[in-house]
Structures are given as C-alpha cells and as structure tokens.
C-alpha cells in the first residue's frame, strides 16, 4: 500500500509561483507513474500533469509552459512547480500513483492510490 501526503498549497495573486509537494510512503519501492490532478467547485476532476519511471511527462494544455512535474525518487516525493500562476488554477491539487502503467496518462482512472490534497487560491 502507498499513502500520499501533498502539501505547498497555498492562497496567492495571480502571477505569482507554488511547488506543490507529494511525499509518497509505504510500499513505494515501484510506482511506476506519479500524477498531479485538480478540481475546482462545480467542475470534473481533471489531469494537470503526470510522470513516468523514465520521467516521461505529459501536461493538459492548459498548464503547458507554465508548470513543471518532478519526482525526487531519493526523497520519495513528487512536485509540482507552478509559475504564472491564473485565476483559473485555482483548484484543490491531489497527487496520484499507480504501480504500472503503460503510458503517461492524465486519466484518473489509471491511478489507484490518492492524497487528501492541497488547495490553491489565486486571486
């Protein structure tokens, strides 16, 4: 079993940046694709970005340019770097893994283990 604690969130201007952070424990010795997905209030669960075990990585296209996925495997932990960061970012931010998978997704039903999340506000 692998838990996820996300953390960084925070309420800021528009413009401004935020690293999200995952830290994965438990049974982490191989997951193999490491997501960021968000939500906001009244909208669909959607794949920001994700990552593979050959940091391979996808992006929506509306965060492309503007965010940046990362694992630090050593640490155990997954980041999200935000820069410019939009009225429209604003969301609730919950990391995901999944043990195998075949192919960088942004689809949640690929991912099997999940955070709490993160929330972030911009204003």
């Known amino acids: 079993h692998v838990q996820l604690v996300e953390s960084g969130g925070d309420s800021v201007q528009a413009g401004a940046s935020l690293t999200l952070s995952c830290v994965a424990s438990?049974?982490?010795?191989?997951?193999?694709?490491m997501a960021w997905f968000r939500q906001a209030p009244g909208q669909e669960r959607e794949g920001v970005a994700s990552?593979?075990?050959?940091?391979?990585?996808r992006y929506a296209d509306s965060v492309k340019g503007r965010f940046t996925i990362s694992v630090d495997n050593a640490d155990n932990t997954l980041y999200l770097q935000m820069n410019d960061l939009k009225p429209e970012d604003t969301a609730m931010y919950t990391c995901a893994a999944v043990r195998a998978c075949s192919t960088v997704s942004l689809q949640s039903d690929t991912y099997y283990y999940w955070g709490q999340g993160t929330q972030v506000t911009v204003s």
């Open positions: 438990g049974s982490t010795y191989s997951t193999d694709c």
């Open positions: 990552i593979d075990s050959d940091r391979s990585t």
